[in-house]
C-alpha cells in the first residue's frame, strides 16, 4: 500500500500517530497534574505520621483505609459514571482529593488522619472508571492503544517530578507546603477537566455493575483462558508489593537508613523515571517476542532487587537498587498488561478488570495492614523479604503453568485453549 503515507516524513508520521482529540490532550494534561499533586505527598505520610505519634503498624493500617475504600466503592462509582456523566464524577473525584488534602494539615488526632485516607479512597473510585470510559468515549478506536499509552506516561510524567519536588519544598522550606500546592493542582484539574465536552453515550447494561457481576465475568474468562488465574495471583501479590512500596521502604529508608526527605523523594523519581524510559520500548517488544519472557526475567529483576534492598547500608545503594528493580516492572509490566488482554474476551474487559483491580487493592489492604506489624515484630527488614519472596512465587508460577498467549505469525495453545480465540 504505496502513496501518500509513503511520502510523509517521519515527524509527520509521528504527528499522524498521535493527534487525538482536543478533549483528550485536556484529559491528558488533567492527569499529569493530578498525578503530580498524588507524588507531592507520597514522601511525606510517614513523617506526617510521626507527627501524629502513629506507631508503624497504625500507619499501615490507616493506609490500608485507602485501598479498602476504593475497593468497595469502585462498582457504584462506575454506575454513576453511566448514570451521572463521567466528566462530572472525575470532577467530584478529583475536587474530593483537594479537601481532604487540605483538611490533612488541620488534623491533630490518627483517626482523622485514617478517615481522610478513607475518603481519598473514594475519591479514587470516583475518578478511575470514569476516565477510563470518557478516554474510550472521546478516542477513535484505531487510536485507543496510542491514547493509553499517552495516559500511563501522563501519570508517569506527574509522578516522576512529585515525590522529589514535595521532599525538596517539605524539606528545604516548610513541611505543609506541599499540602496547600497538592490542594491547589486539584481545583486546578477540575477546572480543566470541565472544558472537555463530554459526548452523550447511551449505556445499555444487561446486569448491575457491582461486585459479582465483576467477579462472575471474571470466572468465565478464567474456565476459557487458564493464565487468567495466575496472572491474577500476581496481582495479589503485586498489590501487596504496592503497598510495601508506598509505605514499607520508605519507613526503611527513614529510620533505618536515616535518609531525608529530600533523599527519599529523590528516590522515588529515579524509580518512576526508569519506569517511564523502560516501559514503551519493553512493550513493544513483547508484541514482537511473546508476553511470558519479560514477566519472568523482569519478576525475577524486581523480587532480586528488593530482596537487596533488606541489606542496604547506603543511600547510593538505595539509588541503584530502586532503579534495578523498576526496571524489572518496567520490563515486566506491558507483557503483564497485554498478555491480560489476550486472555480476555473483549465484550467483558471491562468487568474482568474491575474483578482484577479490585484483587489488587485486596492486595494492598494485606500489604499495609501487615507490614507495619512485621516491621514492628520481626525486623525492620522482615515486610521487604517477604514481599521479595512472594513475589518470586508469582512468577515462578507464570513460568510453569503459563503458556505464552502471543507470538508474531502463530497460534499459542494455553491449556488446551486457543490464546486469541476471544478475538
Not at 97 to 121: C, D, N
Not at 181 to 188: E, I, K, R
Not at 408 to 414: D, H, L
Amino acid at each position: 500500500m504505496s502513496g501518500p503515507k509513503e511520502g510523509k516524513s517521519v515527524p509527520g508520521r509521528i504527528r499522524e500517530t498521535f493527534a487525538l482529540s482536543r478533549d483528550f490532550s485536556v484529559i491528558v494534561l488533567a492527569l499529569i497534574i493530578v498525578s503530580l499533586g498524588f507524588g507531592l505527598l507520597s514522601p511525606l505520610m510517614p513523617t506526617f505520621g510521626e507527627i501524629l505519634g502513629m506507631s508503624e503498624s497504625e500507619l499501615g493500617a490507616a493506609y490500608s483505609l485507602f485501598p479498602l475504600a476504593f475497593v468497595f466503592a469502585l462498582p457504584p462509582a462506575g454506575l454513576l459514571a453511566d448514570k451521572v456523566g463521567r466528566k462530572r464524577m472525575i470532577m467530584s473525584g478529583v475536587l474530593l482529593f483537594g479537601v481532604t488534602t487540605f483538611a490533612m494539615v488541620l488534623i491533630t488526632e490518627p483517626y482523622q488522619f485514617a478517615l481522610l485516607r478513607a475518603l481519598e479512597g473514594v475519591g479514587a473510585a470516583m475518578v478511575t472508571p470514569a476516565a477510563f470510559a470518557l478516554t474510550l468515549d472521546i478516542v477513535p478506536e484505531g487510536k485507543r492503544g496510542v491514547a493509553m499509552g499517552a495516559e500511563g506516561t501522563a501519570q508517569l510524567l506527574g509522578g516522576l517530578a512529585g515525590p522529589a519536588l514535595g521532599g525538596v519544598i517539605a524539606g528545604e522550606m516548610n513541611f505543609y507546603i506541599p499540602f496547600y500546592l497538592a490542594a491547589v493542582l486539584s481545583v486546578v484539574c477540575a477546572v480543566i477537566v470541565s472544558f472537555i465536552h463530554e459526548p452523550k453515550i447511551r449505556s445499555e447494561m444487561d446486569e448491575k455493575p457491582s461486585i459479582m457481576s465483576m467477579f462472575g465475568a471474571w470466572r468465565r474468562n478464567a474456565a476459557q483462558n487458564d493464565a487468567l488465574l495466575p496472572l491474577t495471583v500476581r496481582g495479589l501479590v503485586m498489590g501487596i508489593v504496592q503497598g510495601l512500596w508506598a509505605l514499607g521502604l520508605i519507613i526503611f529508608w527513614r529510620y533505618e537508613l536515616d535518609m531525608s526527605l529530600t533523599e527519599v523523594g529523590f528516590a522515588l523519581s529515579l524509580g518512576m523515571a526508569t519506569m517511564a524510559v523502560g516501559t514503551i520500548p519493553f512493550g513493544m517488544m513483547s508484541d514482537k517476542y511473546g508476553r511470558k519472557p519479560f514477566i519472568i526475567i523482569g519478576g525475577v529483576l524486581m523480587a532480586g532487587g528488593l530482596a537487596t534492598m533488606a541489606f542496604a547500608t547506603e543511600i547510593w545503594q538505595v539509588y541503584v537498587l530502586v532503579a534495578f528493580s523498576q526496571f524489572g516492572a518496567a520490563m515486566s509490566n506491558p507483557s503483564v498488561g497485554a498478555m491480560l488482554g489476550d486472555a480476555m474476551n473483549p465484550k467483558e474487559r471491562g468487568r474482568v478488570m474491575g474483578a482484577y483491580q479490585t484483587v489488587q487493592g485486596i492486595g494492598n489492604i494485606i500489604g499495609f495492614s501487615a507490614l507495619g506489624v512485621m516491621y514492628e515484630k520481626i525486623s525492620p527488614g522482615a515486610p521487604i523479604l517477604v514481599c521479595a519472596v512472594a513475589l518470586a512465587a508469582a512468577t515462578s508460577i507464570i513460568a510453569l503453568f503459563v503458556s505464552e498467549t502471543h507470538r508474531t505469525g502463530r497460534k499459542i495453545m494455553s491449556g488446551g485453549v486457543r490464546s486469541g480465540s476471544f478475538d
